[in-house]
């Protein structure tokens, strides 16, 4: 950072001092103040939903914020794997300096141990498997499309560690990106049913909280994940409607732009064969 | 007993089948074994998922329960890769 | 005037379209792009069009009246609302008809002029069309930080696409740094959040209006410090303005065009929630002003000492982004009009010009300004073309910049500041200079050395015609501004009354 050296670097430095103490100074003030707002009427209704209210917060009151923001993920693979080579473009007219592309990462694996070469691939198989646990677990314990996606491609990234070019998950490139396209497009078009029966994008039809819907529709998209709530205020038959398929699509868009990252910085990029 | 203590774990079943697919090592029959034994304690850790009453949900006696979904996708992982050979 | 719809068919499908035209796009990566492409951006210029005004609320959740304690679909009765809002009003409808006009000029130009692989380029395209319409349509903070923060990251892809060393640098920096415009965002969405507990900005100003806030002014004026500093990245305001001209310098032409769309919508957008939500703290309206000033006249003497024509525009975009804020903060019924009329007209005039640049890679690239190619000998169409939207850009009759300058100019002396209706003309002179000086050296000069290759240069027709509808709407705009002005008169009125 040769920028900020010098004066600037004091400048930077006094500015980041300023806001800082204006930060803190605001959050002293906001201390036991903090108005609750629109978050009681949420509480109040989230049972109506699923019996996780973070899920109910996330894939449903603010589900459409959570699809850009996980469209943000997406482009994020993209992006990266573009600065590394994939789809570089430049004018077919007129000639330009070619582009800059990264060589693949050069792997050591001859002195994995025995142990590791053994352990490794179960490992790694079981990772996947409480990834789609967590997956699954979305509406009713913690969990959900996010962390799977994560734990997914940590699952790669360890194979791809231990065995190097061999990687047992092999994740193909058209695999990568058909997942993620799958995932996101899925989450997109999962708004649609709503849109057509009722207007709104994204309405859950299944949860179906203001009864906008023929109760056919109803029981299509809620039933398969109803769950009776025995909590102490009584028995409730709850259904988180869409929220387990969002999360479903969710983990897929976050597996197709992690893994394209991985795939990307680990193998490098070229754009020929599979 | 309700849909939504079954459908996790065909969700994950399915899933499974799909990342199965993509394995690229042989599976012995000690490896699925292993992998199989090692998921059901792994589940019997994580324990049954909130609002599951039934043993299809994983809930066997108070303080036991299996996590359906963690051994039918491994399951799925192994099939899928039979299926892909 | 908007209607009382709370689920406008049109406002998901102009998210939507964008958003699964790149998914698809990106997957095919190289076949069958071209059709895909070019039909969705029709269908969205068209549904940009004909859309009805109203609002759509999404995920279906009603608004709480507060004091009947009542559910409501319905957006004329008041009610803190429980699902995300987003409104096409009048002014979304010109600012989305614009950019979307040059999101199909810029498909049709990429698919025709870029080598294969355009798939992951063309996804950007759409989805900075994407983000620009939710930026401008949002009636939410959360969201607007999430739009400006997916805007950004897409900015770096489209300006990293071409992979050259320079375009991998400017990327780099502007990643780097316009993370903190989005981190920005966040940190005042999290006070104003505290503050209120509303993250839609109608219900904040509201509950702001009722309750007052009394001794928490101080934790708004923090909130309102972070707003300007992702304002400054996302517009590109000084001093942040080496990075965004970077970026415009760095993209191709049409990619610039739709950067810098986006750009000026991010501006009168945050500008206008920030006159909203901050209007009636003091020094809120001296800040806004300064920064602008700042901005006009640092872009364009930067403009002045560049040797690049391409960079000439990247200054020249950054000094016009300071007529919209300075708009904008003077805060009054003339000012926002002229603000909100000067990023309309700017977005098509430096689309004039960009389309002219993007000529130049089809006469071999060369936009430097120390050599002398003669362009105009062997393609007067656009020697002429760039002349007029140097006038344009300039503010000369019967051009469109000229109308929103007046505005603007007038505003300034309304509000007793005769030195910035000054320095707006300084401004529109210097442009002026700036301009003709490239265009001279690239278009009229004579080449000193005589071993250019007099081949004939096939144009793409697209490309003609693009530049003639801008060349068109800029005139027609210049002689009838009531065209843009019925839309942005009325949502001026609707800002102020509040």
Redesign the interface.
């Known amino acids: 950072m040769e920028e900020l050296k010098g004066k600037r670097g004091i400048i930077a430095l006094i500015a980041l001092i300023i806001?800082t103490i204006?930060?803190l100074?605001?959050l002293e003030?906001?201390t036991g103040?903090?108005?609750?707002?629109?978050?009681e009427?949420?509480n109040a209704?989230a049972y109506l939903v699923a019996?996780?209210n973070l899920a109910t917060w996330v894939y449903?009151?603010?589900?459409?914020?959570t699809l850009?923001?996980t469209?943000?993920i997406?482009?994020?693979g993209?992006?990266s794997?573009?600065?590394i080579?994939?789809?570089?473009?430049?004018?077919?007219?007129?000639?330009?300096?070619?582009?800059?592309?990264s060589k693949p990462l050069e792997f050591r694996v001859e002195s994995l141990t025995v142990i590791l070469e053994y352990l490794g691939?179960?490992a790694a198989?079981?990772l996947?498997?409480?990834g789609?646990?967590i997956?699954?677990?979305s509406s009713?314990?913690g969990g959900g499309g996010f962390q799977c996606g994560v734990i997914?491609t940590s699952a790669y990234l360890l194979a791809a560690i231990l065995y190097g070019k061999?990687?047992?998950?092999?994740?193909?490139k058209r695999?990568i990106?058909?997942i993620g396209?799958i995932g996101?497009?899925g989450y997109?078009?999962l708004?649609l049913p709503?849109?057509l029966a009722?207007?709104?994008?994204?309405?859950?039809i299944g949860a179906d909280?203001?009864s906008?819907v023929p109760s056919i529709l109803h029981t299509i998209f809620g039933?398969?994940?109803?769950?009776?709530?025995?909590l102490k205020e009584g028995v409730f038959?709850s259904?988180p409607g869409i929220v387990?398929l969002i999360n479903?699509a969710e983990a897929f868009n976050v597996i197709g732009a992690i893994g394209l990252i991985y795939f990307a910085f680990l193998y490098g990029w070229s754009?020929e064969g599979e | 007993m309700m849909l939504g203590e079954i459908t996790p774990s065909l969700i994950a079943f399915i899933l499974g089948i799909i990342f199965g697919t993509q394995l690229n090592y042989k599976l012995t029959k000690g490896m699925i074994i292993l992998l199989i034994s090692f998921s059901i304690v792994a589940s019997l850790l994580f324990g049954v998922f909130t609002f599951t009453y039934s043993i299809y949900g994983g809930y066997i006696a108070p303080g036991i329960g299996f996590s359906m979904p963690l051994i039918t996708a491994t399951i799925g992982i192994i099939i899928g890769k039979l299926l892909k050979r | 005037m908007i209607e009382s719809i709370s689920n406008l068919w049109s406002i998901p499908l102009l998210v939507i379209i964008p958003m699964l035209t790149a998914i698809i796009v990106n997957f095919l990566y190289d076949k069958a792009i071209k059709p895909i492409a070019i039909s969705s951006a029709i269908i969205i210029l068209i549904i940009s069009i004909i859309s009805p005004y109203g609002y759509h609320w999404f995920c279906g959740h009603p608004a709480l009246n507060p004091e009947t304690l009542t559910f409501t679909f319905n957006p004329n009765i008041f009610g803190y609302k429980l699902s995300l809002e987003f409104i096409f009003g009048p002014l979304q409808h010109i600012m989305i008809f614009i950019s979307s006009l040059i999101l199909l000029f810029c498909v049709i130009l990429s698919t025709i002029g870029l080598t294969k692989h355009q798939g992951p380029y063309i996804a950007l395209l759409f989805l900075l069309f994407m983000s620009s319409a939710i930026v401008i349509m949002v009636n939410d903070l959360y969201h607007l930080w999430i739009a400006v923060e997916i805007g950004s990251l897409i900015v770096v892809g489209i300006a990293a696409a071409s992979g050259t060393s320079i375009s991998h640098k400017a990327a780099l920096k502007y990643g780097l740094f316009s993370a903190i415009s989005g981190a920005g965002l966040a940190v005042s969405l999290a006070l104003v959040l505290g503050l209120t507990g509303f993250s839609n900005i109608s219900d904040a100003i509201m509950y702001l209006k009722q309750f007052g806030i009394g001794e928490m002014s101080t934790v708004l004026y923090i909130a309102f410090g972070f707003f300007v500093l992702s304002w400054m990245y996302a517009g590109g305001l000084a001093p942040i303005h080496p990075l965004k001209s970077e970026v415009y310098g760095a993209s191709y032409p049409h990619g610039t065009a739709l950067l810098q769309a986006q750009s000026k919508l991010m501006l009168v957008a945050i500008g206008i929630i920030m006159l909203r939500l901050f209007g009636m703290l003091p020094f809120v309206k001296e800040v806004m002003i300064f920064l602008s000033v700042i901005t006009m006249m640092i872009g364009v003497i930067m403009a002045l000492i560049q040797i690049d024509f391409r960079w000439i525009i990247a200054y020249l975009i950054i000094s016009h982004s300071g007529f919209v804020t300075l708009g904008i903060g003077l805060g009054t019924q003339e000012g926002l009009i002229g603000g909100i009329f000067q990023a309309v007209n700017d977005i098509i005039y430096m689309t004039i010009l960009l389309l002219c640049c993007e000529a130049l890679f089809y006469f071999g690239g060369k936009t430097s300004t120390k050599e002398a190619y003669d362009i105009a000998k062997k393609s007067p169409f656009i020697a002429t073309a760039t002349i007029l939207g140097a006038i344009a850009a300039s503010g000369i009759p019967p051009f469109n910049g000229f109308q929103s300058e007046i505005i603007l100019i007038q505003a300034c002396l309304k509000e007793g500041l005769p030195e910035i209706a000054v320095l707006i003309l300084m401004v529109s002179v210097t442009t002026f200079i700036a301009l003709l000086r490239g265009i001279y050296r690239i278009f009229l000069k004579p080449p000193e050395l005589q071993d250019q290759d007099n081949s004939n240069v096939d144009l793409p027709k697209v490309l003609i015609i693009g530049i003639i509808i801008f060349i068109i709407l800029s005139i027609i705009i210049g002689i009838y501004p009531d065209i843009v002005l019925r839309f942005i008169i009325p949502v001026v009125k609707e800002v102020l009354s509040i």
């Open positions: 806001i204006g930060l100074s605001s003030k906001l103040r903090v108005n609750p707002g629109i978050s009427v949420y209704l019996p996780n449903d009151w603010r589900g459409f914020d850009i923001e469209a943000v997406y482009v994020g993209l992006v794997a573009l600065v080579g994939r789809g570089v473009v430049q004018m077919k007219k007129c000639k330009q300096e070619s582009p800059v592309t691939i179960p198989i079981l996947i498997s409480y789609i646990m997956v699954t677990g009713t314990s997914m061999n990687n047992p998950i092999k994740f193909g695999f990106i058909g396209a996101l497009g997109a078009l708004g709503g849109y009722t207007g709104y994008w994204q309405y859950n909280v203001w906008l039933d398969p994940f109803r769950l009776s709530l025995i038959y259904t387990p479903i754009d």
